[in-house]
C-alpha cells in the first residue's frame, strides 16, 4: 500500500463573473483582501482572495491551488503524491502550469513544459491574481500566461499576441493550460471527471487497474474536415451499422467533482474553443492520476498527394502558419451540495444566460412531428420523384392529431424544394410542384401558424449536390488543396460536396429574403454542426473564420426568421428558438462509466429541447423513459406513404415512418409527456443523481421525478417504483 497522499486537492474555478463590462454586474469581486491567517499553503503564496475563494501560488512554478474560503476543500493544479512511477517527461507534465507539444520537422513528439525546461519567468502580481511571461530558451518559444481569480473561480488566459516563435527549428503544436488542474491519484478521492461525449457522461475516479491505454479525446464542435479524411461508418449492403459512431462536442466544457471534499470545477474554454480538444483521462492512461483538461491546436500536419494518384506517394507537411485566437479557460468552482454535475449544468446555464448566449424561448410542452415531402430515384433517363407526403397529406395528418386531442405541434418539412430533399443548396422559395406547389406551401403555412403550430422549412446550408449543380466554384477544398467529398454509400446520389461559408452565406440570405413574409420559420441544418478549416482560391481559411462566418450568417436570418437548429454547436444557441435532435446518450465509450443528461439540465426551462425520432429507436421503452427523465420533448419522423417507396432513393434508412403506424403511439406520447411536463411547467432542473437503477430528478419548483430502468421493483425515497417505469412526486 502506497502512503496516504495529502488530503490537499486542487480546486480550479469558476464563472459566472464574466466581466464588469456585463449590467448585471457579473465580473471581479470586490477587493483583493486575502485572509490574515493563511499567508502560505503547501509552499504556494496567497496571491488573491475574495469572500469565497482564495488564490495560492508557487511563484517558481507557476502551480496553483484554489481553497474554498467556507469549507476548507482545495484543488490543486499540480501533483501532491508522487508515486515514482512516471518518467522524467510526465512528472514535469503533471508539474507544469503549460505544456507544449512542439514540431520539428516531421516529428510532433517533442513535449515542453515549464517544469524541466530552461525556461525563464517574468512573475508580476495584479489585482486579482497574476501575469508571468514564460520563455523557453532552447526552442526560442514563448507566451504570457495570465492568472485571475473571480467571485466563482478563475480565468487562465494566453493572449495571442503573446506567443513567440523566434526560432526556425521548433513550432508550437499544442497548448495545454493547467492540464492536471483538480487531478487525483487513482482511488485517492471518491468523485469523476465529466466530458461532454453527446449529451453527457462520467468517467469515476476509481481505480481502474491499468485496463485503458487511451482516454476520452474529442474536438469541440466536431472533426476538421480540412485536415482528417472522411470516413463512412462500416456498413453491411447499407443495411447493418457494425461501429457506433461517436457523439461531437456540442458545448466546450468539461470537469472534474471530488464529492469527497464536496468541491468540483466546471471548465468552460472560452477562447480558442472552434480549436481545442477536450481530454479526460482516467488513471492508468500513460499515469496514475485522473485528470481533465483543454488542449488547444495551434499547427497541424496535413498530407499533401504529389499526383492525382493517390498511390503514388505524398508528402507530410506542417500549416506555415499558427492559429491566431487568445486562449482561455474559466473555471467555476461549485462548493457543497452544488459540487456535481448537476451544479456543473445550473452553473453553465446561468454563465450563458449572464453573457446573453442563451434565451428564454420554451413556450411550453409541443410535440415534435416532422415530414418527408419528395425524394428522387433512378429512372430510365436521370431521376423521378418518389412523393412521400404532400401539403394536403400534412392538412390531414393536422386533422387527425387535433380531433386526438394533440394540438401543440412543432414540425419541420424536408424534401420540400423543388427536386426533392437532396437538391441543395436553395436559395428560393419555389416548393416542388409534386407535393402541390408554392402557393399550396404557403396556405399551409399560414393556416398551422394560425392554429398554433410552429411550422418550419428544412434547409441543409452547407451541402451541395454535385449531381444537379456544378461544383467547379465555391466548394470547400482541403488544406491540401483536394475537394473534400462526403461519400454517401447509396445508390441516387452517392457524393455531397460543402459549400463555402461564403456561397452559404450568399445562398441562405437570398432564401431567407424570399421566404419572409410567406413562411414564419426556417429549421438550419449543416452548418450547425460543422466547422472546418479549409482553402479557396489559394487562401487558407481557419474553423474561426468559418464558424464566425456562420454565427454571423444566423444572426442576419434570425432577424428576419424564426429559427430552429438541427442539433446546433453552443456558440449558436442564442439564436435559436429550439435545438432539434439531442442526443439522449452519449456514445458508451468503454471508459466512461454513467450517462448523464447534462445539455438537457442545461436547457430544460430555458429552450425546448427535442430528441433524435422517437420511430428509429429500438428500444422504445427505454427511449420514453430517457425522454421523461431528461425533460426533453418527443420527435417522430412521418410520411403518408410507405417507407418501402424509399427503398431506391437516398432516404432508404428511413425504415418506418407511415403515418398510419404512428397515429396512435404520437397520441400517447403527447399525452403522456404533457401531463409531466404541467407538473414542472416552465421549471428548471436543480439536481439530478443516480441511485443504482433508480434516477431521481429535481425541478426547482419542488417537483421530483422518479425512473426505475432495473429489472426489479425498488423503493427510493420511500416510492416504490415497479421496473421500467416512472413516477411524478409534487
Not at 482572495?49 to 481553497?67: K, M, R
Not at 487525483?184 to 475516479?205: H, Q, R, T, W
Not at 499533401?304 to 486562449?327: A, M, V, W
Not at 424536408?414 to 428560393?428: A, E, L, R, S, T
Request: charged share 25%; proline share 2%.
Amino acid at each position: 500500500m502506497k502512503d496516504k497522499i495529502l488530503k490537499l486537492t486542487a480546486s480550479v474555478a469558476v464563472l459566472a463573473l464574466l466581466t464588469l463590462t456585463f449590467a448585471s454586474g457579473i465580473g471581479n469581486s470586490g477587493e483583493n483582501t486575502a485572509k490574515a491567517a493563511t499567508a502560505e499553503l503547501d509552499g504556494h503564496k496567497n496571491v488573491a482572495a475574495n469572500e469565497d475563494y482564495t488564490l495560492y501560488v508557487d511563484e517558481d512554478t507557476l502551480s496553483l491551488i484554489i481553497e474554498d474560503n467556507k469549507t476548507g476543500a482545495t484543488m490543486s493544479s499540480s501533483i501532491t503524491y508522487d508515486d515514482g512511477e512516471s518518467n522524467k517527461t510526465w512528472f514535469g507534465a503533471m508539474n507544469s502550469a503549460v505544456v507544449l507539444t512542439m514540431i520539428n520537422g516531421n516529428d510532433d513528439s517533442k513535449q515542453a513544459n515549464t517544469f524541466n525546461d530552461k525556461v525563464t519567468k517574468k512573475f508580476k502580481r495584479t489585482q486579482y491574481g497574476f501575469t508571468a511571461d514564460i520563455y523557453w530558451t532552447t526552442y526560442k518559444l514563448g507566451l504570457t500566461l495570465e492568472v485571475e481569480l473571480t467571485s466563482e473561480g478563475l480565468t487562465v488566459r494566453v493572449p495571442d499576441d503573446s506567443i513567440k516563435e523566434d526560432g526556425n527549428d521548433y513550432k508550437i503544436g499544442t497548448i495545454s493550460l493547467y492540464p492536471y488542474m483538480g487531478n487525483s491519484y487513482m482511488d485517492d478521492k471518491e468523485g469523476y471527471i465529466f466530458v461532454p461525449d453527446g449529451n453527457g457522461a462520467l468517467i469515476y475516479l476509481d481505480d481502474k487497474e491499468g485496463r485503458y491505454k487511451s482516454g476520452y479525446s474529442a474536438m469541440i464542435y466536431g472533426n476538421d474536415i480540412g485536415f482528417e479524411d472522411n470516413k463512412v461508418e462500416s456498413l453491411l449492403w447499407d443495411r447493418y451499422r457494425i461501429i457506433n459512431s461517436s457523439e461531437q462536442i456540442i458545448a466546450p466544457v468539461f470537469g472534474i467533482a471530488h464529492t469527497d471534499d464536496r468541491i468540483a470545477y466546471l471548465g468552460i474554454v472560452e477562447d480558442g474553443a472552434m480549436r481545442a480538444t477536450i481530454e479526460g483521462m482516467p488513471n492508468g492512461v500513460m499515469v496514475n492520476y485522473n485528470r481533465a483538461y483543454a488542449k488547444f491546436i495551434e499547427r497541424k500536419y496535413y498530407t499533401q498527394p504529389t499526383s492525382n494518384n493517390s498511390t503514388s506517394g505524398s508528402l507530410k507537411l506542417t500549416e506555415t502558419d499558427r492559429s491566431h485566437s487568445d486562449l482561455q479557460v474559466r473555471y467555476i468552482f461549485l462548493s457543497g451540495d452544488r459540487a456535481n454535475y448537476a451544479g456543473m449544468a445550473n452553473a453553465y446555464r446561468d454563465y450563458l444566460i449572464a453573457k446573453g448566449d442563451l434565451n428564454h424561448t420554451d413556450d411550453g410542452f409541443r410535440t415534435r412531428v416532422d415530414f418527408l415531402g419528395t425524394d428522387r430515384e433512378q429512372w430510365v433517363i436521370g431521376t423521378r420523384a418518389v412523393v412521400m407526403t404532400t401539403v394536403d397529406d400534412i392538412r390531414e395528418i393536422y386533422k387527425d392529431l387535433e380531433n386526438r386531442g394533440v394540438n401543440d405541434l412543432l414540425s419541420v418539412y424536408k424534401g420540400w424544394q423543388k427536386g426533392g430533399i437532396y437538391n441543395f443548396p436553395v436559395d428560393d422559395y419555389k416548393a416542388d410542384s409534386k407535393i402541390g406547389g408554392t402557393g399550396s406551401l404557403t396556405k399551409l403555412a399560414k393556416e398551422a401558424t394560425g392554429k398554433g403550430t410552429l411550422f418550419y422549412l428544412y434547409n441543409d446550408a452547407l451541402r451541395i449536390n454535385p449531381s444537379e449543380y456544378n461544383v467547379t466554384f465555391n466548394v470547400v477544398k482541403r488544406i491540401n488543396k483536394r475537394k473534400f467529398e462526403e461519400q454517401t454509400r447509396k445508390e441516387v446520389y452517392s457524393v455531397f460536396n460543402y459549400i463555402t461559408p461564403k456561397r452559404s452565406t450568399t445562398e441562405m440570405t437570398k432564401l431567407v429574403k424570399d421566404m419572409a413574409g410567406k413562411v414564419n420559420g426556417m429549421c438550419v441544418a449543416g452548418i450547425t454542426s460543422n466547422m472546418f478549416s479549409y482553402t479557396y482560391g489559394g487562401t487558407n481559411y481557419t474553423r474561426y473564420q468559418c464558424g464566425n462566418a456562420y454565427a454571423e450568417l444566423v444572426k442576419k436570418a434570425d432577424e428576419k426568421l424564426d429559427l430552429v437548429m438541427e442539433q446546433p454547436s453552443a456558440y449558436l444557441w442564442g439564436n435559436s428558438l429550439a435545438f432539434l435532435d439531442m442526443p439522449l446518450y452519449s456514445s458508451s465509450y468503454i471508459i466512461e462509466d454513467a450517462y448523464v443528461p447534462f445539455l438537457s439540465i442545461v436547457l430544460k426551462g430555458v429552450m425546448p429541447v427535442y430528441s433524435e425520432y422517437v420511430n428509429f429507436e429500438a428500444n422504445r421503452q427505454e427511449f420514453f423513459l430517457k425522454l421523461i427523465e431528461s425533460g426533453s420533448y418527443p420527435s417522430f419522423y412521418i410520411t403518408k406513404e410507405s417507407s418501402s417507396e424509399l427503398i431506391y432513393t437516398n432516404s432508404n434508412d428511413i425504415y418506418s415512418s407511415q403515418y398510419s403506424a404512428y397515429a396512435d403511439m404520437i397520441e400517447e406520447y403527447a399525452k403522456k409527456l404533457k401531463s409531466v411536463n404541467d407538473m414542472v411547467k416552465d421549471s428548471c432542473i436543480r439536481d439530478h443523481d443516480i441511485i443504482g437503477d433508480v434516477v431521481r430528478v429535481t425541478y426547482d419548483n419542488g417537483v421530483k421525478i422518479y425512473v426505475n430502468y432495473g429489472e426489479n421493483e425498488v423503493t427510493v425515497d420511500g416510492q416504490n417504483l415497479a421496473p421500467m417505469t416512472h413516477k411524478v412526486v409534487q
